[in-house]
């Protein structure tokens, strides 16, 4: 992968000794203290496209060692909000252990069982490659995974293969199915915040859209995710999430009052 990732989840403050910009001022995830959030009317609704692949559009998903990540064809798009548009690149997870939530942003220090992430690259940059390190290169859609009371057959779509990539580095090819059902059904609520990868390089290259309604799967699916992956050859993949970074002089903003 990028740069042979040799860092860990172990010890995140000593990312910056090879990556430098993971010691920068405007880090992601953060928490998000709701009462000084700023209501920005502007933000409007975020607008998927080609977010529904049929079953005949096989995609990579792998087990990277840190996450696992489903790619994406450019061909799903969005308008995060404002006029600009960005393409898919792909999807992954971040999450806890059977006792311990693993999402990367908090709510007023709430930690949720789970976090999707949505890459995207913006379409005035040529490649993905060419927006990874532009301030303005990247938009990541992120949603909160909590238990409910039933089955989420969209993420089933992807829990139904962990366990053919249990293993570092293995990689299985999945149908194509509805991604947009992966994000809560309203996508006209959410915080904006200007920041970063949350895994080395750490870019500062990401516009963030955290939505405010979760997202719920049962308990034996938030189950199967946090028990069936491993890296370096039997080590459990578990509470894959950087801690809370500082805000310093950034604000945060709400599509909502
Ligand atoms: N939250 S996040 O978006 O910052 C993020 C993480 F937190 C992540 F932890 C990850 S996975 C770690 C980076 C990585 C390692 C290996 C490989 C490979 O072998 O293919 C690929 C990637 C991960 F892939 C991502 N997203 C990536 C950022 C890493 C480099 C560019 C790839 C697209 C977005
Ligand atoms: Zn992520």
Redesign the pocket.
Known sequence: ??GD?HWSYEEPERWGEHYLACSGTMQSPINIETEKTIFSPQLRPIQLSGYSLPASKKLKL?N????V?LELPESLAITGGSAQQYRA??L?L?WGSPTTAGS?HTVNGKRFAAEL?V?HYNTKYDSFKAA?AQPDGLA?LGAFLEVGPRENPFYQEILKHLRKIQGEDEEVLVPGFNIAGLLPDSLHLYFRYNGS???PPCFQSVTWTVFNQTVMLSHDQISVLVTSLQYDYGKPLQN?FRPPQGLHKRWVLASFE
């Open positions: 992968g990028p990732s792998k990277n060692g840190h996450t990540v690149v792909q992954h971040h990367e992430h890459v990874v990541v990868l949350t895994t894959n």
